[in-house]
């Protein structure tokens, strides 16, 4: 029985080691789906933190925030959110469209701020002559409802900053024709609805409009219609948005403040200011809340300069830039804090690790690393097989330590991204093929992942809408892994079709003032002209131009909303001859819907008068034919004069 015991025994132990032998543990990658700009998506680790940058208002202070831009960039911090209100989010939707830090900087100083944010008055130069003889005799313009006096909202329609927003929209790498979650960003741009005085956040549609939204400033600019809503200025509500970039999503936020400081008892003794101030306090108060729930805050020094001084813009993106590199050491150990607490998670430590040379050098490196500790954690070698996905090599890569008779032997598994052997380029017409055959020749002979194309697609894209062709899109690709042979799609842009909607009398008043064909590519002067006519026609409060893709075709959609056609013009002049002279000017300049301006204008003083009753019309039909008809009735008392010889 005793020798019967000793042999289970020893079976048992024998099992044991046996067992021990095969025992093997495996750390494999834990991913997650990342979307891509043009329809693709990317596997990337799901312990890699999500970063958001919240970009704030400020008017010309935003510009600030490219400087801030360039100095992440340059760090090599990479964003996955961004979030912005007001000048942040035409700063931050411009990035997300693909444009670079370099290109946002060149927009910021050749752009006049002025002109779009102040006047936006139509240039003179744009006018017919008839309507700039009309426009300079008046002081005083009120469009009629009726009887009824229509009272601006606002200084300033809006109407050149949209038209502005939508030329660099696409004109930029990346189209957003269905969600904001397909730019090379998650973006958001903030916004209040005026009747509830709810936050709203944009996630899709018309970016230019979106980023238009999100900066109209109360008296500055008109509130803009957004389906039901009647949005304004973001930074009622949030002005530095924190909360969207964590609704997002994001981990770590870094916000970006270049909001105005309240002003000072100086300032007071003017009326707008005591009006601003009082706006600006409880905006004060929030942005307090969301400064502090962001795990890092860029303030640029910038406290001088005002959010309507759009002068030496220079000093304000080197000030963003100044203030966000010495945070970004900060922000990198906030990243890297976050990344090692997940990969410490159930953490245990493997000891006297040995290896076989049968390895890759590359991975042979991290092997001689692990064999030479003691013992290794678990969170290191996740954190070392996520750099090694991270370089794009991989496909998966995973280790494994497999115990024998008590000591751990480890080796990587991995399976190879193929690489790209040849590239073929269907599509793209009516350009020096050879300049694009260029962009991409950098991803022969390297593995294929969808985040590299994409990183050749933007200055590719970029190209080909500098050349004009401004809709022209990637498609799709092909890639065969086991040839290396890689095709991609484009379509450069031709117009489908043109559609026109909102509230107008007559389409023929819009469709002339398009140079846009069916069937013709859409190229930036003609989007500029066919935006600068329509606003300088003096018929439309509101005009919109969006392109969507419908079945795979390009359509363009214009949208317009009819002015009140009704005015009343005061004007006044005084010189020497007829001292003080008055003005009144009765018409209607679009009289049903025709584009025909009849109208009744009387002036004079003691010694002149006229009444003239007018018909006319700028553009007959198509043409750039005009006439002028009018009736009237005109007196002047001049005064003689003669020399007379004084007697000697």
């Given at each position: 029985m005793k020798i019967l015991i000793k042999i289970v025994i020893s079976l048992l132990l024998l099992s044991n080691v046996f067992l021990s032998a095969q025992e093997k543990t495996t750390l494999s990658l834990k991913l997650r789906t990342k979307k891509l700009p043009f329809g693709l998506s990317e596997q990337v680790p799901s312990d890699k933190p999500v970063v958001g940058l919240a970009l704030s208002g400020g008017g010309a202070r935003g510009l600030a925030q490219i400087g801030v831009l360039k100095a992440l960039k340059e760090a090599g911090i990479e964003l996955d959110v961004i979030t912005g209100t007001s000048m942040g989010s035409i700063v931050?939707?411009?990035?997300?469209?693909?444009?670079?830090?370099?290109?946002?900087?060149?927009?910021?100083?050749?752009?006049?701020?002025?002109?779009?944010?102040?006047?936006?008055?139509?240039?003179?130069?744009?006018?017919?002559?008839?309507?700039?003889?009309?426009?300079?005799?008046?002081?005083?313009?009120?469009?009629?409802?009726?009887?009824?006096?229509?009272?601006?909202?606002?200084?300033?329609?809006?109407?050149?900053?949209?038209?502005?927003?939508?030329?660099?929209?696409?004109?930029?790498?990346?189209?957003?024709?269905?969600?904001?979650?397909?730019?090379?960003?998650?973006?958001?741009?903030?916004?209040?609805?005026?009747?509830?005085?709810?936050?709203?956040?944009?996630?899709?549609?018309?970016?230019?409009?979106?980023?238009?939204?999100?900066?109209?400033?109360?008296?500055?600019?008109?509130?803009?219609?957004?389906?039901?809503?009647?949005?304004?200025?973001?930074?009622?509500?949030?002005?530095?948005?924190?909360?969207?970039?964590?609704?997002?999503?994001?981990?770590?936020?870094?916000a970006v403040n270049t909001t105005s400081p309240l002003h000072n008892k100086e300032e007071m003794k003017y009326p707008w200011f005591v009006a601003d101030q009082v706006v600006s306090i409880p905006m004060k108060r929030m942005d307090e809340k969301q400064k502090k729930m962001a795990e890092v805050l860029i303030e640029p020094r910038i406290k001088e300069h005002t959010a309507t001084d759009f002068t030496n813009i220079r000093m304000l993106i080197n000030a963003g830039y100044s203030e966000a590199v010495k945070n970004v050491k900060v922000i990198k150990n906030k990243i890297d804090s976050v990344y090692y607490n997940r990969l410490k998670r159930n953490e245990f430590y493997i000891k006297n690790i040995s290896y076989d040379d049968n390895q890759p050098e590359e991975l042979l490196r991290y092997l001689k690393k692990y064999s030479s500790m003691d013992s290794v954690s678990s969170a290191e070698i996740y954190f070392d097989l996520n750099n090694l996905y991270d370089s794009g090599k991989y496909k998966n890569i995973s280790f494994e330590i497999i115990n024998e008779g008590g000591y751990n032997k480890g080796r990587f598994d991995y399976i190879l991204n193929p690489v790209v052997n040849s590239i073929s380029l269907i599509g793209i017409d009516s350009v020096d093929h050879q300049v694009v055959d260029s962009v991409f020749a950098t991803l022969k002979g390297k593995p294929y992942t969808n985040a590299a194309l994409v990183g050749r697609l933007?200055?590719?894209?970029?190209?080909?809408?500098?050349?004009?062709?401004?809709?022209?899109?990637?498609?799709?690709?092909?890639?065969?892994?086991?040839?290396?042979?890689?095709?991609?799609?484009?379509?450069?842009?031709?117009?489908?079709?043109?559609?026109?909607?909102?509230?107008?009398?007559?389409?023929?008043?819009?469709?002339?003032?398009?140079?846009?064909?069916?069937?013709?590519?859409?190229?930036?002067?003609?989007?500029?002209?066919?935006?600068?006519?329509?606003?300088?026609?003096?018929?439309?409060?509101?005009?919109?131009?969006?392109?969507?893709?419908?079945?795979?075709?390009?359509?363009?959609?214009?949208?317009?909303?009819?002015?009140?056609?009704?005015?009343?013009?005061?004007?006044?002049?005084?010189?020497?001859?007829?001292?003080?002279?008055?003005?009144?000017?009765?018409?209607?300049?679009?009289?049903?819907?025709?584009?025909?301006?009849?109208?009744?204008?009387?002036?004079?003083?003691?010694?002149?008068?006229?009444?003239?009753?007018?018909?006319?019309?700028?553009?007959?039909?198509?043409?750039?034919?005009?006439?002028?008809?009018?009736?009237?009735?005109?007196?002047?008392?001049?005064?003689?004069?003669?020399?007379?010889?004084?007697?000697?």
């Open positions: 931050g939707g411009l990035y997300s469209v693909g444009y670079s830090v370099d290109e946002l900087d060149t927009i910021a100083m050749n752009t006049d701020w002025d002109d779009l944010l102040t006047s936006g008055k139509t240039s003179r130069s744009e006018l017919f002559v008839d309507q700039k003889i009309t426009d300079d005799r008046a002081l005083l313009t009120l469009r009629l409802d009726g009887l009824t006096p229509v009272i601006p909202t606002s200084f300033n329609d809006g109407q050149k900053l949209i038209n502005n927003l939508t030329l660099l929209t696409y004109s930029a790498p990346i189209h957003s024709y269905h969600s904001f979650d397909d730019l090379l960003y998650r973006y958001r741009a903030v916004s209040t609805d005026l009747l509830t005085g709810r936050r709203v956040v944009l996630k899709e549609g018309h970016l230019g409009k979106a980023m238009r939204a999100s900066s109209s400033v109360s008296f500055f600019l008109k509130p803009v219609e957004w389906d039901s809503l009647l949005l304004v200025d973001g930074g009622l509500v949030e002005n530095i948005p924190v909360s969207t970039a964590k609704e997002l999503g994001s981990d770590i936020v870094i933007i200055p590719a894209l970029d190209y080909l809408h500098r050349e004009g062709f401004i809709l022209a899109d990637f498609i799709k690709k092909d890639f065969d892994a086991s040839t290396g042979n890689l095709i991609l799609y484009f379509d450069m842009g031709m117009v489908s079709d043109i559609e026109v909607t909102g509230n107008y009398t007559r389409k023929s008043l819009v469709t002339r003032e398009i140079p846009i064909g069916v069937g013709n590519y859409l190229d930036y002067d003609k989007l500029k002209t066919a935006l600068q006519n329509l606003r300088s026609t003096g018929f439309f409060e509101n005009v919109e131009i969006n392109v969507v893709r419908k079945n795979d075709k390009y359509v363009l959609i214009v949208y317009v909303e009819e002015k009140t056609s009704s005015l009343l013009r005061f004007g006044f002049l005084l010189d020497e001859t007829y001292n003080a002279q008055f003005s009144l000017d009765i018409r209607d300049e679009n009289i049903f819907g025709s584009g025909t301006e009849v109208g009744m204008f009387l002036f004079g003083g003691a010694s002149n008068r006229a009444y003239v009753f007018e018909i006319k019309n700028h553009r007959i039909l198509n043409t750039y034919l005009t006439y002028n008809i009018s009736a009237y009735y005109k007196f002047s008392d001049i005064g003689v004069y003669e020399n007379i010889n004084s007697p000697s």
